[in-house]
């Protein structure tokens, strides 16, 4: 070649060749396969010809994450501050994060609230529905129950499509379910008479794109940004989902004063949900390269992921409350307005108190996310969360009897506080501490576990409301103890968590700052 021109020969990376399932290898934390894959990472060093200083420079990797899409990107530096890719080194991946991810997270914000929006359209006025319908509450309550129930049913597909297509078109599936769902809700009730069976289908069809979208932050996330930006991303995309039943909570008691009021209150959400699909068709499927060293990584088979995931003692004692909270959330929030107007509470002031146990909370979580994400303290704040969150179920037993409006109100504002910013670090720290299980199985499990208690809570709390001779009538007491005992019993799986099973390490984001050696991640936690 001449002079002036130099070819730069890009050869793979000695730990990017490592991180790659070699076939017929299986991944294992046993002590012979950690001696053949010592034995692998020097003669795969002395093909790339680092030979004894492939390992040193290794072990002084330093990385730095900025948020240019130039050269100033992640890059991997060796011990004296110069960039690995010189003439007598090879050239290192550079990392980078690009300002389109701000894009598809705007999306995932907007999907998330439009579909917890149709979830709880009817429950701010359960009684104004049922009127409408010619039914009772007990039946409406069924729009919300088998809206969660069908989260199971897609779960599996939300599970397979988030590991081999991304979340892209997991965002894209989730639309078109949106905006089918709402326009037959609709139909149902411009039909005359208005078909509640009609409603109910449209209500599932919606409850169906719910997974794809509320389980996809923590893939998101993984793909799209930096490990100092991951739980953020997370806690806003997640925690839109709240906020449109906030909104739901809030508006819907204003927008709706007599039965007829129903289908306009149901055409007004179809149109903003109908709006809210249309970006999803022209998001990025992913980035041109790769964040962070785990986002390249290649990681077992899905079947591979969950056997790991259910032999770590770490997840399910994360999982037991997670689960368990995320359902009484559901369930209290589907139910306020039966707690409440029983002892003589508006149904616009219950709306404003299902609005503060979810807008409390989002402020919240928008200060205790990016501490997390700079100081990585997941556990700390775990433990400190699942007990106030349990006491807050607890006092909640006494609020309506108290007659004061601020009572509900004050609880729902800590509740929510409590809840909301435990949601994304708790989901974050499964990621870190089960890598290289891929986020999207975990995520998918915990809320799928959630919304499947969250149905059954209703149910429950639905068959201890009271009857029309109780004091005061059909008062929902005894569904109120129930979800404090519910909450009470799984705060000892969390503060147990560092105590039973395996030790707890941030697996990914030690990977990421070239500590960990890859193999590593595949070890079962809990064996």
Same mark, same amino acid.
């Given at each position: 070649?001449?002079?002036?021109?130099?070819?730069?020969?890009?050869?793979?990376?000695?730990?990017?060749?490592?991180?790659?399932?070699?076939?017929?290898?299986?991944?294992?934390?046993?002590?012979?396969?950690?001696?053949?894959?010592?034995?692998?990472?020097?003669?795969?060093?002395?093909?790339?010809?680092?030979?004894?200083?492939?390992?040193?420079?290794?072990?002084?990797?330093?990385?730095?994450?900025?948020?240019?899409?130039?050269?100033?990107?992640?890059?991997?530096?060796?011990?004296?501050?110069?960039?690995?890719?010189?003439?007598?080194?090879?050239?290192?991946?550079?990392?980078?994060?690009?300002?389109?991810?701000?894009?598809?997270?705007?999306?995932?914000?907007?999907?998330?609230?439009?579909?917890?929006?149709?979830?709880?359209?009817?429950?701010?006025?359960?009684?104004?529905?049922?009127?409408?319908?010619?039914?009772?509450?007990?039946?409406?309550?069924?729009?919300?129950?088998?809206?969660?129930?069908?989260?199971?049913?897609?779960?599996?597909?939300?599970?397979?499509?988030?590991?081999?297509?991304?979340?892209?078109?997991?965002?894209?599936?989730?639309?078109?379910?949106?905006?089918?769902?709402?326009?037959?809700?609709?139909?149902?009730?411009?039909?005359?008479?208005?078909?509640?069976?009609?409603?109910?289908?449209?209500?599932?069809?919606?409850?169906?794109?719910?997974?794809?979208?509320?389980?996809?932050?923590?893939?998101?996330?993984?793909?799209?940004?930096?490990?100092?930006?991951?739980?953020?991303?997370?806690?806003?995309?997640?925690?839109?989902?709240?906020?449109?039943?906030?909104?739901?909570?809030?508006?819907?008691?204003?927008?709706?004063?007599?039965?007829?009021?129903?289908?306009? =209150?149901? !055409?007004?959400? $179809?149109?903003?949900?109908?709006? #809210?699909?249309?970006?999803?068709? %022209? &998001?990025? /499927?992913? *980035?041109?390269?790769?964040?962070?060293?785990?986002?390249?990584?290649?990681?077992?088979?899905?079947?591979?992921?969950?056997?790991?995931?259910?032999?770590?003692?770490?997840?399910?004692?994360?999982?037991?409350?997670?689960?368990?909270?995320?359902?009484?959330?559901?369930?209290?929030?589907?139910?306020?307005?039966?707690?409440?107007?029983?002892?003589?509470?508006?149904?616009?002031?219950?709306?404003?108190?299902?609005?503060?146990?979810?807008?409390?909370?989002?402020?919240?979580?928008?200060?205790?996310?990016?501490?997390?994400?700079?100081?990585?303290?997941? =556990?700390? !704040?775990?433990? $400190?969360?699942?007990?106030?969150? #349990?006491?807050?179920?607890?006092? %909640? &037993?006494? /609020?309506? *009897?108290?007659?004061?409006?601020?009572?509900?109100?004050?609880?729902?504002?800590?509740?929510?506080?409590?809840?909301?910013?435990?949601?994304?670090?708790?989901?974050?720290?499964?990621?870190?501490?089960?890598?290289?299980?891929?986020?999207?199985?975990?995520?998918?499990?915990?809320?799928?576990?959630?919304?499947?208690?969250?149905?059954?809570?209703?149910?429950?709390?639905?068959?201890?409301?009271?009857?029309?001779?109780?004091?005061?009538?059909?008062?929902?007491?005894?569904?109120?103890?129930?979800?404090?005992?519910?909450?009470?019993?799984?705060?000892?799986?969390? !503060?147990?968590?560092?105590?039973?099973?395996?030790?707890?390490?941030?697996?990914?984001?030690?990977?990421?700052?070239?500590?960990?050696?890859?193999?590593?991640?595949?070890?079962?936690?809990?064996?």
């Amino acid at each position: 070649m001449s002079g002036d021109k130099r070819q730069i020969n890009h050869r793979p990376s000695e730990e990017h060749l490592l991180s790659q399932e070699v076939p017929g290898i299986e991944m294992t934390s046993s002590a012979g396969d950690r001696s053949l894959e010592q034995n692998a990472s020097t003669i795969i060093a002395q093909a790339l010809g680092h030979g004894d200083s492939a390992s040193k420079n290794q072990s002084r990797v330093q990385e730095q994450y900025t948020d240019n899409e130039d050269r100033r990107g992640l890059q991997r530096l060796d011990s004296e501050g110069a960039a690995l890719g010189s003439e007598t080194t090879h050239e290192r991946p550079i990392y980078k994060v690009y300002k389109r991810r701000w894009f598809g997270l705007i999306q995932l914000v907007l999907l998330n609230i439009v579909v917890s929006w149709d979830w709880l359209t009817y429950a701010p006025v359960t009684n104004t529905t049922a009127t409408f319908f010619e039914t009772d509450p007990t039946t409406i309550n069924w729009l919300s129950t088998a809206f969660q129930f069908a989260y199971l049913v897609a779960s599996p597909f939300t599970l397979y499509t988030l590991h081999h297509s991304g979340p892209r078109l997991s965002i894209i599936t989730a639309s078109i379910l949106i905006f089918v769902g709402n326009w037959l809700r609709y139909a149902a009730m411009r039909i005359q008479p208005a078909s509640f069976a009609l409603a109910m289908v449209a209500q599932i069809i919606i409850g169906l794109a719910q997974p794809f979208v509320l389980s996809a932050p923590t893939r998101y996330s993984d793909l799209w940004f930096s490990p100092r930006g991951r739980v953020s991303a997370t806690a806003v995309a997640s925690l839109a989902n709240p906020f449109g039943g906030a909104l739901g909570q809030l508006i819907d008691p204003f927008l709706v004063n007599v039965p007829s009021d129903i289908p306009n =209150l149901t !055409l007004y959400v $179809a149109i903003i949900s109908s709006v #809210a699909t249309i970006p999803s068709f %022209f &998001i990025p /499927a992913k *980035p041109p390269t790769p964040v962070a060293p785990s986002s390249m990584h290649l990681r077992p088979p899905i079947m591979k992921q969950v056997s790991l995931l259910i032999h770590s003692v770490n997840f399910w004692l994360l999982f037991l409350p997670f689960t368990v909270y995320v359902g009484v959330f559901n369930s209290l929030s589907s139910l306020l307005v039966q707690f409440l107007t029983p002892y003589n509470f508006s149904e616009t002031e219950s709306g404003i108190a299902g609005a503060l146990l979810i807008v409390v909370g989002l402020v919240a979580a928008a200060i205790t996310s990016p501490i997390i994400d700079r100081s990585k303290r997941y =556990l700390l !704040l775990i433990k $400190a969360l699942v007990p106030v969150i #349990a006491l807050s179920y607890l006092a %909640f &037993i006494w /609020a309506p *009897p108290s007659y004061s409006i601020v009572a509900p109100y004050l609880i729902c504002s800590v509740l929510g506080a409590a809840s909301f910013s435990l949601i994304p670090v708790a989901l974050e720290w499964l990621v870190e501490v089960n890598w290289p299980v891929g986020p999207e199985v975990g995520s998918v499990i915990c809320w799928a576990g959630g919304q499947a208690l969250g149905g059954i809570f209703i149910l429950i709390s639905d068959a201890l409301g009271e009857g029309s001779n109780a004091s005061p009538p059909y008062n929902m007491h005894k569904a109120l103890i129930f979800q404090a005992v519910v909450a009470m019993s799984v705060v000892p799986c969390a !503060l147990a968590i560092g105590w039973l099973g395996s030790g707890v390490q941030n697996r990914r984001l030690e990977f990421d700052k070239g500590s960990g050696d890859g193999s590593d991640g595949i070890e079962t936690a809990g064996t």
